[in-house]
């Protein structure tokens, strides 16, 4: 059974970092490109940054040079750096496998984690 369950959410004040994390189940993680979306009140879900099974990386432009996304796969975990928060990137945050190692077009996901709330004062 695949699970996904992330952590690390919090409210922090614009300028200031946060680091979320994703625990998979190796059925999950193993051979699995990663990624990490967001969904902000309003709006659709949208892809912030993936990672392959070998580590190539794929980030959004809003958060390109702010976003790191990283993966340990002897520990099957999945993180996200994030420096100089905006309060628009607050929203919901999901980890998420992707099919087929694909992580730059027509994404296909596997599995959801719950989410984690990331909130951005100004």
């Known amino acids: 059974q695949v699970q996904l369950v992330e952590s690390g959410g919090d409210l922090v004040q614009a300028g200031g970092s946060l680091r979320l994390s994703c625990a998979a189940s190796?059925?999950?993680?193993?051979?699995?490109?990663m990624g990490w979306y967001r969904q902000a009140p309003g709006k659709q879900r949208e892809l912030v940054a993936a990672?392959?099974?070998?580590?190539?990386?794929n980030y959004a432009d809003s958060v390109k040079g702010r976003f790191t996304i990283s993966r340990d796969n002897a520990k099957n975990t999945v993180s996200l750096q994030m420096n100089s928060l905006k309060p628009e990137d607050t929203g919901v945050y999901y980890c998420?496998?992707?099919?087929?190692?694909?992580?730059?077009?027509?994404?296909?996901?596997?599995?959801w984690g719950q989410g984690t709330q990331v909130t951005v004062s100004s």
């Open positions: 998420a496998t992707l099919r087929r190692n694909n992580i730059w077009s027509n994404l296909q996901v596997g599995s």
């Open positions: 190796r059925s999950a993680f193993s051979g699995n490109a």
């Open positions: 990672i392959t099974s070998g580590g190539t990386t």
